[in-house]
């Protein structure tokens, strides 16, 4: 079955450094998400990309954070210079237009 | 802001027994609602959705019941097994534009004990 891959599936960085988190939707997939979820807390939309750019953005996705898909295969979530509070699981999901949405099974990201 | 709200944080249940998983939302904009079940440590696995213009559906164990008037649905999963104990999200999205973005519930922690 197609399946939505992350990596790393555990990331620690110092506070202040940029991290990247890597994704390979699924590959007939056109709609790409990335989602968190902090410690105890509920999945929180981020952000969606459609078409080579960005759809919809929720208030967390601020200037820290930005989404690319460098070429045919990969999504990536850059964020700049890493908080405390940006701790959390990110996942990765694509769907088709038939709303056949699959999540990763995420990365870890801690900051210290 | 609470879109999507799963009220009971857990829910502990017999095996063999009905597990029943409760959803409510107050945004009327929500036209397909969806359940996922989650494992620590892994991403979010679809289990069932259903689209407004319906009020039940059927796979399996699983079932989902929408009252659109009281914007609310249930998971009904019959008969409840050991391996289903995982947390439950209710989800939504609004049809329309260009993307299918998911509003989440906090989630419940089902329980089946053997």
């Known amino acids: 079955e197609p399946e939505v891959t992350q990596t790393p599936s555990h990331q620690v960085t110092q506070m202040g450094q940029e991290v990247i988190l890597r994704c390979v939707p699924i590959?007939?997939?056109?709609?790409f998400y990335w989602y968190r979820q902090i410690l105890g807390q509920k999945v929180e939309f981020l952000v969606s990309f459609y078409n080579n750019e960005i759809s919809e953005k929720s208030e967390i996705f601020d200037d820290q954070f930005s989404v690319e898909r460098p070429d045919g295969s990969n999504f990536t979530l850059k964020i700049r210079s890493t908080k405390l509070e940006d701790s959390a699981m990110y996942f990765c999901a694509s769907s088709d237009p038939g709303f056949g949405y699959t999540f990763g099974s995420g990365t870890r990201l801690t900051v210290v | 802001d609470q879109q999507v709200k799963q009220n009971s944080p857990s829910l502990s249940v017999q095996e063999g027994r009905i597990s029943i998983l409760n959803c409510d939302y107050t945004?009327?904009?929500?036209?397909?609602f969806l359940w996922y079940k989650k494992y620590p440590a892994e991403g979010p696995t679809f289990l069932i959705s259903?689209?407004?213009?319906?009020d039940k559906n059927e796979d399996g164990r699983f079932t989902v019941f929408l009252n659109k008037s009281a914007k609310h649905l249930s998971l009904h999963i019959v008969p409840s097994q050991p391996g289903d104990s995982a947390v439950y999200f209710c989800?939504?999205?609004?049809?329309?534009?260009?993307?299918?973005?998911?509003?989440f519930g906090k989630g419940t922690l089902l329980t089946v004990n053997p």
């Open positions: 945004n009327s904009m929500f036209d397909y």
């Open positions: 259903i689209s407004s213009i319906k």
């Open positions: 989800a939504a999205s609004a049809s329309g534009g260009s993307n299918y973005k998911l509003t």
């Open positions: 590959s007939n997939h056109l709609y």
